[in-house]
C-alpha cells in the first residue's frame, strides 16, 4: 500500500471511529468541543517553568484513551508527523535561556525546562484535538461551531476541506501512478516535471470542485451550513459530563497535584 492510499485508509478508519456507538461518542458535540477548547487554553496558560503543574493536565489524555476506547499505539502513529514539528518548536530554548536551575534534583539550563514545558503544551493540545475528531464526525463538529456562532462561511469551508480531502488525495495518487507507468524504474518523482504535474493536479482540483459544487446547487445548496441529522438536545448526562470534566480542568489548573503528591511521599 503506498503512503497516499494509506493516508486514505487512515482517515476513512478515523470517520468511522468517530460514527462508534461508545457512550463517548453519544456526548453532546457542543460539550466535547467547550471542553477541548477549554483544555487546550488552560494548558497553554501554564507558565513557561511550572512543569509539575503541567504534568497534571496529562490526566485527560489518559482519561480519554481508557473512557474513549482509543489504541494509544494508532493514535501515537497516526500523530508521528504532527508530533515532531511540535515538539520542534522548542528544541532551541536551551541556547537562548541559560540560567541554571535545579529540576528534579539535578542543574540543568532554564531552557531544557522551558522546552519540555513547550513540548508538553504541545503534545497535549494536539491529542485533545484529536480526541475530538475521533470521538465526533465532521458533521457534529460543524454544527458546534455554528452554535457557538462561528462564521457559517468558515464553517462550511472547515466541512469541505475536510470532506473532500480524499478526493485531492486520489488524484494526487492517479497522478502518480500515470507518472510511474511512464518512467518505469525510476524511484519518485523527478524535479524537472514537479511544477508540471502540480499544474495538471491544479486543473483536475478545479474541474472536481466545479462538478462538486453544481452537485451541490442540484441539491439545493443555497451558501448556509445545514446540519443533516436530527437536532442534539443537551442531556443530564451531557451536563454532568460538562461539569466533571471542567471542573477537572480548573483544579488541575489551580492545584499542581504532582507537587502535592510528590511532596505527600
Not at 35 to 46: E, K, M, Q, R
Not at 172 to 192: C, E, M, W
Given at each position: 500500500?503506498?503512503?497516499?492510499?494509506?493516508?486514505?485508509?487512515?482517515?476513512?478508519?478515523l470517520?468511522?471511529?468517530?460514527?462508534?456507538?461508545?457512550?463517548?461518542?453519544?456526548?453532546?458535540?457542543?460539550v466535547?468541543?467547550?471542553?477541548?477548547?477549554?483544555?487546550?487554553?488552560?494548558?497553554?496558560?501554564?507558565?513557561k517553568?511550572?512543569?509539575?503543574?503541567?504534568?497534571?493536565?496529562?490526566?485527560?489524555p489518559?482519561?480519554?484513551?481508557?473512557?474513549a476506547?482509543?489504541?494509544?499505539?494508532?493514535?501515537?502513529g497516526?500523530?508521528?508527523?504532527?508530533?515532531?514539528?511540535v515538539?520542534?518548536?522548542?528544541?532551541?530554548?536551551?541556547?537562548?535561556?541559560?540560567?541554571?536551575?535545579?529540576?528534579?534534583?539535578l542543574?540543568?539550563?532554564?531552557?531544557?525546562?522551558?522546552?519540555?514545558t513547550?513540548?508538553?503544551k504541545?503534545?497535549?493540545?494536539?491529542l485533545?484535538?484529536?480526541?475530538?475528531?475521533?470521538?465526533?464526525?465532521?458533521?457534529?463538529?460543524?454544527?458546534?461551531?455554528?452554535?457557538?456562532?462561528?462564521?457559517?462561511?468558515l464553517?462550511?469551508?472547515?466541512?469541505?476541506?475536510?470532506?473532500?480531502?480524499?478526493?485531492?488525495?486520489?488524484?494526487?495518487?492517479?497522478?502518480?501512478?500515470?507518472?510511474?507507468?511512464?518512467?518505469?524504474?525510476?524511484?519518485?518523482?523527478?524535479?524537472?516535471?514537479?511544477?508540471?504535474?502540480?499544474?495538471?493536479?491544479?486543473?483536475?482540483?478545479?474541474?472536481?470542485?466545479?462538478?462538486?459544487y453544481?452537485?451541490?446547487?442540484?441539491?439545493?445548496?443555497?451558501?448556509?451550513?445545514?446540519?443533516?441529522?436530527?437536532?442534539?438536545?443537551?442531556?443530564?448526562t451531557?451536563?454532568?459530563y460538562?461539569?466533571?470534566?471542567?471542573?477537572?480542568?480548573v483544579?488541575?489548573?489551580?492545584?499542581?497535584?504532582?507537587?502535592?503528591?510528590?511532596?505527600?511521599f
Amino acid at each position: 500500500m503506498s503512503k497516499i492510499d494509506s493516508a486514505i485508509h487512515e482517515i476513512h478508519k478515523l470517520d468511522n471511529m468517530s460514527d462508534d456507538n461508545r457512550w463517548v461518542n453519544r456526548v453532546h458535540p457542543l460539550v466535547k468541543l467547550l471542553l477541548t477548547i477549554g483544555y487546550i487554553a488552560l494548558t497553554v496558560s501554564f507558565g513557561k517553568y511550572d512543569i509539575l503543574g503541567l504534568f497534571g493536565m496529562a490526566v485527560y489524555p489518559i482519561a480519554m484513551f481508557i473512557l474513549a476506547e482509543i489504541s494509544v499505539r494508532e493514535t501515537f502513529g497516526r500523530l508521528k508527523v504532527v508530533l515532531p514539528l511540535v515538539c520542534f518548536i522548542g528544541l532551541f530554548n536551551p541556547f537562548f535561556d541559560k540560567t541554571p536551575v535545579l529540576f528534579f534534583g539535578l542543574t540543568v539550563r532554564a531552557g531544557v525546562v522551558s522546552m519540555i514545558t513547550l513540548m508538553l503544551k504541545g503534545v497535549f493540545s494536539v491529542l485533545a484535538s484529536y480526541f475530538l475528531v475521533a470521538t465526533t464526525s465532521i458533521d457534529k463538529i460543524c454544527y458546534s461551531l455554528r452554535l457557538i456562532h462561528v462564521p457559517e462561511i468558515l464553517v462550511t469551508q472547515i466541512m469541505l476541506t475536510y470532506r473532500y480531502i480524499v478526493l485531492l488525495l486520489k488524484e494526487v495518487n492517479r497522478i502518480t501512478d500515470a507518472y510511474s507507468l511512464r518512467a518505469p524504474g525510476q524511484k519518485g518523482i523527478h524535479f524537472r516535471v514537479w511544477g508540471s504535474l502540480t499544474g495538471q493536479l491544479l486543473l483536475r482540483s478545479m474541474d472536481r470542485a466545479t462538478i462538486v459544487y453544481e452537485s451541490m446547487l442540484l441539491r439545493g445548496y443555497n451558501g448556509n451550513f445545514t446540519y443533516i441529522g436530527e437536532e442534539d438536545k443537551l442531556t443530564m448526562t451531557d451536563v454532568v459530563y460538562l461539569v466533571l470534566f471542567g471542573g477537572l480542568f480548573v483544579f488541575l489548573r489551580l492545584c499542581p497535584i504532582v507537587a502535592v503528591v510528590g511532596g505527600a511521599f
